[in-house]
């Protein structure tokens, strides 16, 4: 079985400060995760007035290396919040029959 998960963080001017503890619940959210290249798959998109992806479905198939990726997440910045816009670009660009293929 394979899951597909987006995390799409508020990466705006607004939430710099508080930005810490946002990774730190990500990171909690998939600690308890079985993650793997044919099990649980994270893509992570910030968002503010633009969207960002950090990174997609394929790009960590362990653990280890998708809790360091979002250790190093730093905040995007700008205003205003689109969040129509960021759920439009995470439906058109994230959850892909590309995207979601696991590597072979």
Known sequence: ???????????????????????AFVERVVEGLDIGSEKVRVSVV??????QPDFLLNAHTDKQGL?????GLSPLGGSPLNTGAALDYVT???????QSRSEE
């Open 92 to 98: 058109k660009n994230v959850f892909t029959d590309k």
């Open 67 to 71: 809790v360091g990726a979002i250790q």
């Open 1 to 23: 079985y394979t899951t597909l998960s987006d995390l799409l963080l508020d990466g705006s001017d607004e939430v710099r400060s508080g930005f810490p503890s946002l990774k």
């Open 46 to 51: 910030q968002h503010s007035d633009v969207t």
